[in-house]
């Protein structure tokens, strides 16, 4: 079974400068994609970034990056020179790679970005 | 909007109603699924449909809960004789068929979801 963990139910961070958030993951599957997604208040889920197990290279998006360690079974997210605007809930999700695939939600870190 | 929709986006019940939630996902994509999510938590899987088939309920948390999607665009989570235990956001999310793409993953576009509070 998949499972997803994430450690912080809150953090701070001061504007501008950059965050980690944590995620580490348990799956018996060879393969399988991360994903993390952001939830403002207005509730819907937007997508951030993905890794997939067999990248070779961290992802990186914008200000989004993960940190995927592969041995130690994490994919972190980076928030590089944090906006106010970065407020929000922050989900790591799991899925199979395959081309239809429920996803598995870890519960979220709530995000506070101050000024 | 080109985006997921959901409605009614908040909707209290008694307890005992039934309630039905209805999910417009973006035009041609061929999965739809359905989540929880509970207060503080991340969203849990329900269950999903690819088209009008339902290939997954593994996740409904009882034979009340019940979801069709006949034509194979709107779904509709129907949930009979509500709990309170069933409050909780209902999200709603769809992706396209990446078959034959080369593409490994598929994000899902998810929905605002619908708050249910049963009383």
């Known amino acids: 079974a998949q499972k997803i963990t994430q450690t912080q139910p809150g953090m701070f961070v001061q504007e501008k400068e950059a965050v980690t958030l944590d995620c580490t993951y348990d799956?018996?599957?060879?393969?399988?994609?991360l994903f993390w997604y952001k939830q403002p208040s207005s509730g819907e889920m937007i997508f951030l970034i993905y890794?997939?197990?067999?990248?070779?290279q961290n992802a990186t998006e914008g200000r989004y990056s993960l940190n995927f360690q592969k041995a130690r079974k994490s994919a972190n997210l980076v928030i590089s020179a944090s906006q106010l605007g970065d407020s929000a809930m922050y989900f790591c999700?799991?899925?199979?790679?395959?081309?239809?695939?429920?996803?598995?939600f870890g519960s979220g870190t709530k995000l506070n970005v101050k000024p | 909007g080109a985006g997921v929709s959901q409605s009614p986006r908040y909707k209290v019940a008694k307890r005992g109603q039934d309630v039905a939630l209805r999910c417009d996902p973006i035009?041609?994509?061929?999965?739809l699924f359905w989540y929880q999510q509970a207060l503080g938590q991340g969203p849990e899987f329900l269950t999903y449909?690819?088209?009008?088939?339902?290939?997954?309920k593994s996740g409904l948390p009882s034979d009340r809960f019940f979801a069709e999607r006949p034509e194979g665009s709107v779904s509709t989570l129907k949930i009979q004789r509500t709990q309170q235990e069933d409050s909780a956001v209902y999200l709603c999310?769809?992706?396209?068929?990446?078959?034959?793409?080369?593409?490994?993953?598929?994000?899902?576009?998810f929905g605002p979801g619908t708050r249910l509070t049963v009383l």
């Open positions: 799956t018996s599957d060879p393969s399988y994609g």
């Open positions: 999700a799991m899925s199979g790679v395959y081309n239809f695939n429920k996803f598995y």
């Open positions: 035009s041609g994509h061929v999965s």
């Open positions: 890794q997939g197990s067999y990248d070779q």
């Open positions: 999310a769809s992706s396209f068929d990446r078959t034959g793409s080369g593409a490994t993953y598929n994000e899902q576009f």
């Open positions: 449909f690819q088209n009008e088939a339902q290939l997954d």
